[in-house]
Every structure is written in C-alpha cells, then in structure tokens.
C-alpha cells in the first residue's frame, strides 16, 4: 500500500559515548530528509580468457550519508550547533513563581518570589497560559515587586496568572570551537515502513540562510553509522515559532547596518569515515577535521561602508542576530566572527536598485577562542546542549 510520506518523523539525540546509539530527545520537524546506507561496490573484472568485463559484485564497506533541511527553531538550533561548533557553556535563567496575590490582565508589574535581573527576557505561565516580558528593576524583599518595561501585548500582561504559577528567565548559549569536544549524534528516522537508529552522527555542514522575505532555514550534511532498526520514537515537536528573516540585524565595519538583503553562511567541517582493521563492515568512527566559515552576503549599495571591507582588507567583526519580538517568545541567535576577511566584493547595477554582493570567511582569533566563528543563542532551555 502507497504510504502517506509526512506521516516519517526524525529524532535526534547527542551521544554520551561515540557510537552508542542513544533514544531521541528531540524531535525535529523537517522540510527535508534523505539519508542512504553507502556500500562501497567491489567488482571483479579479472580477464578470464572470455568476453565478458564483470564477472563478480561483493559489498564492501558501509556508512550512511544525511542531508536535512529544516527551519531555524530557537530551540533546536543549538543541538545543531553543538555538533558543528563545539561545547555549550550555559548560563541558566532564574526559576521562580508568581507570589502575593497573583496578577490580573493589563499589570504592568509582577510580585516574584525570587529576584529576577533587570532587563532578563521572562516566560509568565506554562502551556495556553504562557506570555512573556522584559523586566525592569525589582524592588522589595520579597516578595519582589517587578516591573514590566516590555509585554507581548503591548499593554500590560494579557492574561491573569495565579500564585505559584512558573515564571523563568531566558538561558544564555555560548558556543566556541573545540577540536577535542565535539559531540556526535544518534538519529531516529520512521520512514513510514519502521523505525531505524543511525548512530555516530557527525555534522560536516551547517548552511544558515537568511532572506527578510522568507523563513530562516539550516541546511545540515552529516555522516553516520549504518542503520540498525530501533523501537518508535515518542519525542514532542516543539511548539515554538521559527526564525523569520525579517528579524534579521547585521552588523559589520563597526557599526549595525540596515543595508543587508541577504546571509547564506556555511560552516565546515571535512568529514570521513574511517574503515579501519576492525575486520567489519561499518567505519571505526566517523572523523571530523577543522573548522571553517564562509559565506555570501548582498547589501544595498549606497555608500562605501561594505565595499571597503573588501577594498581595504579592514577584517573587522562582522555579526548576524536574530531576535524574535515578544510575542513570538523573544528568543535570539546570534552569530559572530570576530575577525572577518571579506575576499571578494562587486557592484550590481543589472536591477532597479544599486547593490553589491560579498564574500567573507571568519579567521581565526583570540576573542571567539582561537576559532573563526563563535554563536549565542538565548531561550528557555535551561540544560547545556
């Protein structure tokens, strides 16, 4: 029977020892996902005194091959990260709870049990109750009085919320480079027929696009052990928003810009499974070399602030941030190359408006951690990644 193709789901989990196939736990909603055991075909074309070229096929070695694309999911994102980049070092928000008499709509304070720093972007309730808000300064002992410089609404809180009820503020993601702890992954796939589990799942490419007009999307390469089959998985979607490309800020030559049409960054990694003397088919474990980080970037051309990055060699930091209002949850992404070399740059005269395209790679250097790129991502996973 023809099978309903979106009924497939994807699971991924980062391992704790290479290799060792791990359950999902996180589900990640695609708009594409192909994946392919590799066997490497051996032919015996020995000349044998006859007519014919081919006279034996035996498989040989076996890994498989991923290549994912997906929306940029603030909570998402930094699994991916943490497998292209290197090590989340995370600085959790401040759990507490509503505590006096609770809040009523259109407050434009609320009394906390515990302090909350001013300026920490706050989710209020849990579930169909959940809003969110930017604090100003607490006041009290406690309970603590806490005003509210910012509200999803606009106007006050937008829903009454009870005592006791959870609020929590954003976590802080840093990724840096690290050759020595990079994380592989275990993926779970149903594709419809049954379940199968790739483990030591190693990321070789990470494309971010950005484009104002569209939805922010990841572009994931990987390679992985063979596939075994494993029991369903049962992981939750998440029910964030994406990142959307008009929530884009750029940054670059020392100062924000509003110039910026479009990003499409790569991140890098040469990957290769190694088939070793282990006297079996699958590879010993998948390698994973250096990294580097280039991409292109279009701007409106009205003056010469983007061009002299290229004509002057300035190599000065260059900083993509996304950042949702609100109501959308008030997560951010941020990606920085601290020492940024823009290699080539043109004029474009050929549409209705003057624009010049770029190209830019991250250099190594002491502020991201002797890497070329580093990235931050703020939202409501409290736990490294």
Known sequence: MTQLSRASTLGIARELALGQYLAPTMAVPFTKATFEDVYAQLKDESVRGDDSILHGMYQGTVDATWDIECMCYPDIVGMFLRGMIGPDTVTPGISTTIAGTGTAIGANSIPLAASVPVGSTIAIDTGANVEYAITGVPTGTGPYSTPLTSTGSGAGLAKTHAVGATVVSQAVHLFKQSAFQRSTFSLTVFDTIGTLGFSSAAISDMQIKIDPKSAVTLSIKMLSYPSAPQAPMAQPYTSLPPMLGWQWQMS?????????????????????????????????????????????????????????????????????????????????????????????GARDLSGAYAAASFSLSGIANATDGGGVIQAVVKNFVQTVY
Do not use: C, W
Request: glycine share 12%; proline share 5%; no cysteine.
């Open 252 to 344: 670059n030559g020392g100062a924000a810009s509003t110039r910026g049409i479009s990003l499409d960054l790569t991140l890098k990694r040469a990957t290769e499974a190694l088939h070793l003397s282990t006297g079996q088919q699958q590879p010993r474990e998948i390698f994973a070399g250096p990294m580097e980080a280039d991409g292109s970037y279009k701007a409106i051309f009205e003056n010469m602030s983007d061009l002299n990055l290229y004509q002057q060699y300035i190599q000065g930091p260059a900083t993509s941030m996304l950042v949702q209002p609100l109501p959308f949850g008030g997560a951010s992404f941020g990606l920085t190359m601290s020492q940024s070399g823009f290699y080539k």
